[in-house]
């Protein structure tokens, strides 16, 4: 079945830091992935999507490169803020939709940005 | 647009009580999902559904049951309730893959559900 295994948090940063955040995954067949953000007390919002491989989705300073070769989408941002602070989650999808589009998370990695 | 929505916000039963989470979405997707979220495991996919009128077990369907009577709502239901059911529900939609290739899932606010 699917999987997804993403780094173990809390992650703790200063502002204007590096952030990556490690996600492999298993699947069949060529699933969508996605990064979730998870902001305190709300729900979960998509942050950016790639849809085949070598697709790099972005968004908010966010990046990810969907990587087929080591089943990897790493998320990226150069210089965090104190705003980034949030659970982000891994997560894919069953590219064909024959199974309603489920979606299989990763554990969720709790970063937290210091000022 | 409200999105999804979810009723109640917070609840607190005892053992062996019973409710029923409401989810509304407004959109026009075809697909809706419940999830429960506990600390260092995720999300995990409790059932969803594919269409109005017919729902499908998840990853951990025991213990709850699920209507989709109505395209815009997805009701959960706790019939008994146990402490190990103390959680956050996130209910989620999606349009159907191929729709401008939106495939992507939007959810809810939450439900935070605490049993005695």
């Known amino acids: 079945g699917n999987s997804v295994t993403q780094m173990e948090g809390p992650v703790t940063l200063s502002e204007e830091a590096f952030l990556t955040i490690n996600c492999t995954y298993t699947a069949t067949g060529y699933p969508s992935l996605f990064w979730y953000v998870q902001y305190p007390g709300e729900g979960l919002q998509l942050l950016l999507k790639?849809?085949?491989?070598?697709d790099k989705g972005s968004n908010k300073g966010f990046e990810a490169t969907y990587r087929k070769e080591t089943t990897s989408f790493h998320l990226e941002k150069g210089s965090v803020q104190v705003s980034d602070s949030a659970v982000y989650f891994c997560a894919l999808s069953d590219r064909f939709g024959a199974a309603g589009n489920k979606l299989t998370f990763g554990g969720g990695t709790r970063v937290l940005v210091k000022p | 647009n409200a999105g999804v929505t979810q009723t109640p916000k917070f609840r607190v039963l005892k053992t062996g009580q019973s409710m029923t989470l409401l989810c509304a979405q407004d959109m026009n997707h075809e697909y809706m999902y419940w999830y429960r979220q506990d600390p260092g495991m995720g999300l995990r996919l409790i059932h969803y559904?594919?269409?109005?009128?017919?729902?499908a077990k998840g990853e951990v369907p025991d213990g709850y049951n699920v209507s989709r009577l109505k395209k815009q709502n997805f009701l959960l239901g706790l019939e008994s309730a146990a402490p190990s059911q103390t959680s956050v529900y996130f209910c989620a939609s999606s349009s159907v893959l191929g729709q401008g290739g939106r495939n992507e899932q939007f959810f809810g606010p939450g439900t935070r559900l605490t049993v005695l």
């Open positions: 559904s594919v269409g109005e009128g017919t729902t």
């Open positions: 790639a849809t085949k491989a070598d």
